[in-house]
Every structure is written in C-alpha cells, then in structure tokens.
C-alpha cells in the first residue's frame, strides 16, 4: 500500500488549498478513504472519510461547510478540498485507507495558513 499525499502549502486566511492523495497497491475503489490531521502537540483528527462510492461522507465538526472531500476510483485518487481557511486548520494532512487505519501515518502534508 502506497499513498502519496501532495498539494499542501501556505495560504491566507480565506484562502484555499486542494490536497491529493494518489493511492497504489491495493484495490482503491474497495475501501474507504479519507484524511486526518495533526498540529504538533495535539490529538489527530479525523476530518473526512468518504466510502468507495464516494456516496456518504461525515465532516469533522470544525470543517464542514469549509471542506470537500472527493475521489476519483479511475485515478485511484482522493481529494480534499479546503476553502475558507482558518488560522487553526494548520496542520499536517494524511490521507488513510480503510476503516481500521493507523490515525496521522504516514509522510502527509504540510498545510500552514497564516497571513
């Protein structure tokens, strides 16, 4: 199993980033996917999963209405969309697979929004 997170960067508050994760080695429109993220020194967090199909998705409290997580099964890839940024949505970002994922694993990526 290999995921390739990308895509992160600085931002402005308000502004907006969109994360991939190009997933190889396992059959990606199986499972389910999704990403976490980690300020250093702070719990992981689960910020959305999203099933196979793409058709039932839970927010993290803190990013819905903000976020959008999407997957492409023919690209074996999936998205994060990310609009509105806050000062507190800095943080790593890690793409997972699967329900029983080990939490923020993995090399992830940087997403730092600051003006």
């Known amino acids: 199993v290999q995921l390739v997170e990308s895509g992160g960067g600085l931002a402005q508050p308000g502004g907006s980033l969109r994360l991939s994760c190009a997933a190889s080695?396992?059959?990606?429109?199986?499972?389910?996917m999704g990403w976490y993220r980690q300020v250093p020194g702070k719990e992981c967090e689960l910020v959305a999963p999203?099933?196979?199909?793409?058709?039932?998705?839970n927010y993290a409290d803190s990013v819905k209405g903000r976020f959008t997580i999407s997957r492409d099964n023919a690209k074996n890839t999936v998205y994060l969309q990310m609009n509105s940024l806050k000062l507190g949505d800095t943080a790593v970002y890690y793409c997972?697979?699967?329900?029983?994922?080990?939490?923020?694993w993995g090399q992830g990526t940087q997403v730092t929004v600051s003006s």
């Open positions: 997972y697979v699967g329900q029983g994922a080990t939490p923020c």
């Open positions: 080695g396992f059959t990606f429109s199986s499972y389910v």
């Open positions: 999203i099933t196979p199909a793409g058709g039932s998705i």
